[in-house]
C-alpha cells in the first residue's frame, strides 16, 4: 500500500471530521515506507493550517501510520526538551510524548494522505504513562456523528489498546533538519 511513496517524498497529510469535514491539513516529509508502514517527519516550526487560518507547531514529529489500523502514533519532540515561544534554539531535539490518535485507517493518493479523526486520543508525556484523553470531544462526537454504540465501544477497544502500545513504544532517533519550512 505505502511503497507508492519514496523517502524524501513531501505529502499533504489531512484530517477529516466523521462528517467529511476537512479539519487539519500540512506537509510532512516521507522518511521511510514499506507496504506495512509509513513513516512521516516534520521540522520544529512546520505549519498546521485548519479553517481558522492555522498555526506553527512548536514540536517536530515522527508519524507512524499503518494500513489497516485505526489509529496512528506520533512521537513529538522539542527542542532541547523545552517550550519554545516561537524562536525555535538549535541544538538537538527531545522526545517529550508518544500520542495515538484513534481515527479511521489512512488512505493515500498521489502526494497526500488522509484520515477521518475520531477524537479520542492516548497521551503519554514521558516520562509518565500513557492514559486515554480527549473523552470529552469523543463523547461529543459521538453525538454529533451518531456513532453506535458498537463503534463507540470499538474505539474505546482501539484506544485501551493503543495506551499498551503508547507505553511500550521505543522511539528512534529524530532526523536532524537543515532549514525550516513554514
Known sequence: MFRSLQAGEKVQVRGYKADGTLYRWWWATVEAAVDDEVVLVTPPGH??????????????????????KWYNLLELYLPDGGPSDGDLPEGRLVL?????????????????????????????ELPGAARIVDEDEFEAAAARYGYSEAFQRFCYEVAREAVGIANHWQAGEMPTFGDRED
Do not use: A, M, Q
Request: glycine share 10%.
Open 96 to 124: 517529550v510524548e508518544i500520542y495515538v490518535n484513534i481515527n479511521s485507517p489512512v488512505e493515500i493518493g498521489e502526494g497526500e494522505i488522509w484520515f477521518t479523526d475520531h477524537e479520542l486520543d492516548v497521551s503519554r
Open 47 to 68: 505549519r498546521v493550517e485548519d479553517p481558522s487560518g492555522g498555526w506553527v507547531s512548536k514540536y517536530s514529529i515522527r508519524s507512524y501510520l499503518w494500513p489497516g
